[in-house]
């Protein structure tokens, strides 16, 4: 049944192809800059928390370093950003939730410092009164289901305190769900379905990037509502577990959800993925050494990583990864699912971003390269964030369903 839609984006590219080959460069450019700074941009997965914790970061001042900050989002026009609460695995139980409950914190400061320029959103309607307002809207998701410790009512107060999002896991297995960063393979245990379908009834969207293949599988059919991989990108272009082969992009369309597409360059380039590999050796202990260095600021072990890659890069030890590889994956996951199931993921300010995406300013080059791809407007401003809206709005919908079933 996907044949249809997918043969009618054909058709729609080649329409737009036509009509951007008559198109002079400048005159897409300035079509490209039109449609961003007019749609509603959402990215689903930025680690800036990390920053107001650790480094006391404000995010209303251009900073030299990291991708995010409210001038540099203005010029790219990010109009709703989900800040990732992240906690390492290696930060278990009461400590974990204590941690994440902080981050919680620093984001709703940022809001009250910044409110002439962000507002705390919880629902797709919060995100478009936000662009009515010429506001940013801020939104959160957890980044691990072992933020909960187990219990049910942590992922109540969560979603009490503004979260929205939840990944089943991040790089190791949980006692109820397993991870992509582990070999075993594990699913949902019967703990582990109650917490999607309570996920389900609060109206928090289940996010399945960092989860294991089964698990995605479990999580499909289990939930009663839409999913997203807040930031994930194709393993048939870069086979990186943490990817998405093209059966689950299939199946996670099929329930009506949305690939938000990573930019880190691990998981855009195979070739640098491979090169990467191969001078483990060599690049692991200089990695560990900045751990250390930061092992009390974790926002800075990020930056570290970042200046690490970049200086293998320059040295010709790594291959170079455009900003184009992100839209090689957008336009794998369209073709894969349609363009009613793709959106944007960065990990900015937790990744290594590909040259020409360093940061949220420099989001119109992917617009301009759909469009001269021959996407349609329509299209775009699905990718850009109108899918995510829709993924939202729907949650919200079997949440009061389920809300109301009970009374």
Known sequence: MRALPILAAGVAALAGGLLVNSMRAD????????????????DTHDDTPQRFLF???????????????????????????????????????????????????????????????LTLATTAEGVRAAHAQ????????VEGGHMIDDDLRVLRDFYALGVRYMTLTHTA???????????????????????????????????ISHVSDKTFYDAVAVSRAPMIA?????????????????????????????????YHIGFLSQEYKDARKAIDAEYAPRDKANTDKYADDEAQQIIAGQKLSD??????????????????????????AGADHVGLGSDFDGAVMPIGMEDASMLPKITESLLRRG?????????????TLRVMAE????????????N
Not at 134 to 141: P, T
């Open 134 to 141: 010429h506001k940013i809207a801020a939104l959160m998701g």
């Open 27 to 42: 005159e897409i450019s300035a079509r490209a800059r039109q449609i961003q700074m007019s749609a509603i941009v959402i």
């Open 375 to 387: 996407y349609t407007e329509s299209d775009i401003r699905k990718i850009l964030g109108e899918n």
């Open 311 to 336: 200086e293998f890069v320059r040295a010709g030890k790594l291959p170079k990864v455009s900003y184009e590889k992100i839209v090689d994956h957008i336009d794998h996951a369209v073709k894969i």
């Open 173 to 207: 297995d949980t006692d109820w769900a397993g991870s992509s960063g582990s070999t075993k393979n594990t699913g949902l245990t019967d703990f582990g379905k109650q917490v999607v379908l309570e996920m389900n009834r609060l109206g928090m969207i289940a996010d």
């Open 230 to 262: 807040s930031h994930s990108s194709c393993r048939a272009i870069c086979d990186a577990p943490r990817n998405m082969t093209d059966d689950m992009i299939r199946a996670l369309a099929a329930k009506g959800g949305v690939i938000q597409i990573n």
């Open 395 to 406: 949650v919200e919908r079997v949440s009061r369903e389920m809300r109301n079933a009970k």
């Open 55 to 117: 480094d006391n970061f404000d995010l209303g001042r251009r900073d030299t370093e990291g991708s995010i900050d409210i001038p540099r989002m203005r010029q790219g026009n990010l109009g709703g950003i989900f800040f990732s609460i992240w906690v390492p695995v290696e930060v278990q139980g009461p400590a974990a939730t204590k941690r994440a409950l902080d981050l919680i914190d620093t984001v709703r400061e940022q809001v009250a410092q910044h409110p002439n320029d």
